[in-house]
């Protein structure tokens, strides 16, 4: 291999270091917005899916990509929590 392509090759590297960092930090928040959901619903005794997508929408951002995932799996979580 030329000199080139192996520097290359290490800067990548960090490359993949520094998007796997930030994916492994962005699955933790996702995984705490989930507990907390999960919590919530357990608390409130919610049962059913719209009563689940109405605390959804009380208790997080309004912009919240996560949000908007936890929405579309509304039904498993339910299912899980009831």
């Known amino acids: 291999m030329k ?3 192996i520097l290359f090759m290490l800067e990548f590297d960090q490359c993949i270091r520094h998007i ?3 994916l ?3 699955i933790n928040i996702i995984s705490d ?3 907390y959901f999960v919590t919530h ?3 409130n005794c919610i049962n059913n899916k719209s009563d689940a997508i109405d605390i959804l929408r009380k208790i997080y ?3 919240s990509y996560i949000k908007c ?3 579309i799996y509304v039904d498993n979580i339910v299912y ?3």
């Open 41 to 43: 619903l357990h608390q």
């Open 61 to 63: 951002d309004k912009n």
């Open 24 to 26: 492994c930090q962005y």
């Open 69 to 71: 995932k936890l929405i």
């Open 3 to 5: 000199p080139s392509t």
């Open 20 to 22: 796997y960092f930030d």
């Open 33 to 35: 917005k989930f507990k």
């Open 80 to 82: 899980n929590v009831i």
